[in-house]
């Protein structure tokens, strides 16, 4: 009989994962961009929110810092001037 929905648990086909089997925990944050404005927005775990003024040339500088702290662009889109990350990192 499968378990009941727990709140705040995201419930997946086929039930608990087998024991012994390795299942990778991330971490998340955003990096917004409003490149008109020259205006960079960074959140961190824990609600820590950075900002930064500049282009591209600072985007490139951040990603490339926290890809150095094990950071990875799990995804991106973009509008008009606006450009939004999600970063993840394993942990």
Do not use: H
Not at 74 to 87: D, E, K
Request: glycine share 12%.
């Amino acid at each position: 009989m499968p378990e009941p929905p727990v709140r705040g648990r995201v419930s997946l086909p086929g039930g608990r994962p087998k024991q012994g089997v390795a299942i990778n925990t991330y971490e998340f944050a955003t990096m917004e961009w409003l490149w008109d404005q020259d205006s960079l927005r960074l959140t961190l775990p824990g609600g820590d929110e950075r900002m930064y003024t500049g282009g591209y040339n600072e985007v490139v500088a951040i990603l490339n810092d926290l890809g150095g702290q094990g950071w990875d662009v799990a995804s991106s889109t973009a509008s008009a001037n606006w450009l939004f990350w999600t970063l993840r990192r394993q942990y």
